[in-house]
Antibody
Framework: EVQLVESGGGLVQPGGSLRLSCAASGFTYSTYWMSWVRQPPGKGLEWVANIKQDGSEKYYVDSVKGRFTISRDNAENSLFLQMNSLRPDDTAVYYC????????WGQGTLVTVSS | DIQMTQSPSSVSASVGDRVTITCRASQGISSWLAWYQQKPGKAPKLLIYAASSLQSGVPSRFSGSGSGTDFTLTISSLQPEDFATYYCLQTNSFPLTFGGGTKVEIK
């Protein structure tokens, strides 16, 4: 069974940093693209970033370029999202998802950016 | 960037009704389109991938069609558990983009 478990969310002040993690199991992690998707409270879904199987290609939505970095550790079946220079409009539930086609999702972790 | 225009934004329907949701892409995306269902407080769940392929375990009352720029999700006979918000997602090119969502409400 595919399982994705996010962690690392919380309350952070504007301008601060946070690192999200996603632990993957139930599939051969190193053979899949991985994604981060977010959802602000009461709003729709927004794709944030993708990373290729070997980490050689990374893509981001314009609003996070230069501030967020996606990375992965295939030995530990883990996905990460380093978030710097956080802004109030980054407040959202952040989901880890498997594949370029975003087929399986974790349950999400809430990031709140507020003073 | 490819824009996904989803309509309607909400629909009121009764159990047993046929419901149709559409997504239009601002440029051709072949069949690189997925549909998701999301219930309050839960993660989205994949229903349809590659525009018309039913994800394993999803009831057959859900179907998808279309290619190029125009796509449709149809629920043939709405069930109580289908009241939720539905999203389309284009996976043709980065940045991936979602439609704005359609909330299916009880009439």
């Amino acid at each position: 069974e595919v399982q994705l478990v996010e962690s690392g969310g919380g309350l952070v002040q504007p301008g601060g940093s946070l690192r999200l993690s996603c632990a993957a199991s139930g599939f051969t992690y190193s053979t899949y693209w991985m994604s981060w998707v977010r959802q602000p409270p009461g709003k729709g879904l927004e794709w944030v970033a993708n990373i290729k199987q070997d980490g050689s290609e990374k893509y981001y939505v314009d609003s996070v370029k230069g501030r967020f970095t996606i990375s992965r550790d295939n030995a530990e079946n883990s996905l990460f999202l380093q978030m710097n220079s956080l802004r109030p409009d980054d407040t959202a539930v952040y989901y880890c998802a498997r594949g370029k086609d975003v087929r399986y999702w974790g349950q999400g972790t809430l990031v709140t950016v507020s003073s | 960037d490819i824009q996904m225009t989803q309509s309607p934004s909400s629909v009121s329907a009764s159990v047993g009704d046929r419901v149709t949701i559409t997504c239009r892409a601002s440029q051709g995306i072949s069949s690189w389109l997925a549909w998701y269902q999301q219930k309050p407080g839960k993660a989205p769940k994949l229903l349809i991938y590659a525009a018309s392929s039913l994800q394993s375990g999803v009831p057959s009352r859900f179907s998808g069609s279309g290619s190029g720029t125009d796509f449709t999700l149809t629920i043939s006979s709405l069930q109580p558990e289908d009241f939720a918000t539905y999203y389309c997602l284009q996976t043709n090119s980065f940045p991936l983009t979602f439609g704005g969502g359609t909330k299916v409400e009880i009439k």
